[in-house]
């Protein structure tokens, strides 16, 4: 069991920057991989990024290469995720997951956190 709480979001102008974290608690928590997901109004879950336990592979959607970066620090059992060049249609909540593996798809995260807001203006 895992239980995961994200925090940091918030409201910010284009072209901006937030830090997302998501601190995960519960048995042998740091041994899964961690994937970041986003929710727009209408539209479906999508993968933003995933780090793997050890912290070294990660994964980034296209939307996002080269503006976000993943993290995690494993003695602190939380993961992060930088944002920054913020765009109005990044504008979602923001999920964080964990499951065994390296995945892109929500199907296969088995634990979720409550989602933080993110929202930017133009």
């Known amino acids: 069991q895992v239980h995961l709480v994200e925090s940091g979001g918030g409201l910010v102008q284009a072209g901006g920057s937030l830090k997302l974290s998501c601190a995960a608690s519960?048995?042998?928590?740091?041994?899964?991989?961690i994937g970041w997901f986003l929710q727009a109004p209408g539209k479906e879950r999508e993968f933003v990024a995933r780090i793997s336990y050890t912290g070294g592979r990660t994964n980034y959607a296209d939307s996002v290469k080269g503006r976000f970066t993943i993290s995690r620090d494993n003695a602190k059992n939380t993961v992060y995720l930088q944002m920054n060049s913020l765009k109005p249609e990044d504008t979602a909540v923001y999920y964080c997951?964990?499951?065994?593996?390296?995945?892109?798809?929500?199907?296969?995260?088995?634990?979720w956190g409550q989602g933080t807001q993110v929202t930017v203006s133009s």
């Open positions: 519960g048995r042998t928590s740091n041994s899964y991989t």
């Open positions: 997951a964990a499951g065994r593996g390296g995945s892109d798809n929500r199907g296969e995260y088995n634990y």
